[in-house]
């Protein structure tokens, strides 16, 4: 059964440029949730999609957008990169009934110069 | 919203021993308490988590304790292992919330 899976592993951009990283959920989730994990710190909540709908959103500008497909997998998009924004992004997929119960990836490891 | 305070920030034990690491939240309606095991270079991964209308739960070396009344819920590691090193996150969720409000982490260093 594979698990929680997200691309690419590292990425380095360039303050003003935009970046694309994808997650796939754990076989049989529906609901895909991303966060922001600076060094030293917990995980901060960006967003959630359910349905191919934004359920809910934590406190990020607009710079951050998302999308999830048919298939349940989802992309998280940031525009205008800025130095602040490197950081470790993580998904996690959760299903139905116990959706409080969220199984995480192993993160995109973003590096803004 | 829901705050999550954890201690301490760093816990350094010998092989065998025991850690405890704890948390307090301040929303008294969150219902879900969740524990993270995050080692380096990789995500999170749920360890054990408790509901609120439970007051203990155990899984082999490892126990979660849930006080309602104080708002406070704590990690218990039986006979640490060099392996149970990493970093370690409590969170809760607030009812009717599906996403966890997370501590700011404790690294358990366990010397061999």
């Known amino acids: 059964d594979a698990g929680v899976t997200q691309s690419p592993t590292h990425l380095i951009k360039t303050r003003g440029q935009q970046v694309t990283l994808r997650c796939s959920p754990k076989s049989g989730h529906d609901t895909v949730s991303w966060y922001q994990q600076a060094l030293g710190q917990g995980p901060q909540f960006i967003f959630q999609?359910?349905?191919?709908?934004?359920?809910q959103r934590g406190n990020f500008p607009d710079r951050f957008s998302g999308h999830q497909f048919p298939n349940y997998s989802s992309e998280l998009n940031v525009n205008a990169l800025l130095l602040g924004d490197s950081a470790l992004y993580l998904c996690?997929?959760?299903?139905?009934?116990?959706?409080?119960?969220?199984?995480f990836g192993p993160g995109t490891r973003l590096l803004v110069l | 919203g829901e705050n999550v305070e954890q201690h301490p920030s760093t816990l350094s034990v010998q092989e065998g021993d025991s850690a405890v690491i704890k948390c307090t939240y301040s929303?008294?309606?969150?219902?879900?308490f969740p524990w993270y095991k995050q080692e380096l270079g990789k995500g999170p991964q749920l360890i054990i988590d408790?509901?609120?209308?439970?007051g203990e739960k155990k899984d082999q070396r490892i126990a979660v304790t849930l006080n309602k009344t104080a708002k406070h819920f704590s990690l218990h590691i039986t006979e640490t292992q060099p392996e149970d090193s990493a970093v370690y996150f409590c969170a809760a969720n607030p009812s009717g919330s599906y996403i966890p409000t997370f501590g700011r982490g404790t690294s358990l260093i366990v010397h061999p």
């Open positions: 999609y359910y349905e191919e709908e934004e359920r």
């Open positions: 996690a997929s959760s299903f139905g009934s116990q959706q409080e119960t969220q199984y």
């Open positions: 408790i509901r609120s209308n439970v």
């Open positions: 929303d008294s309606a969150s219902n879900y």
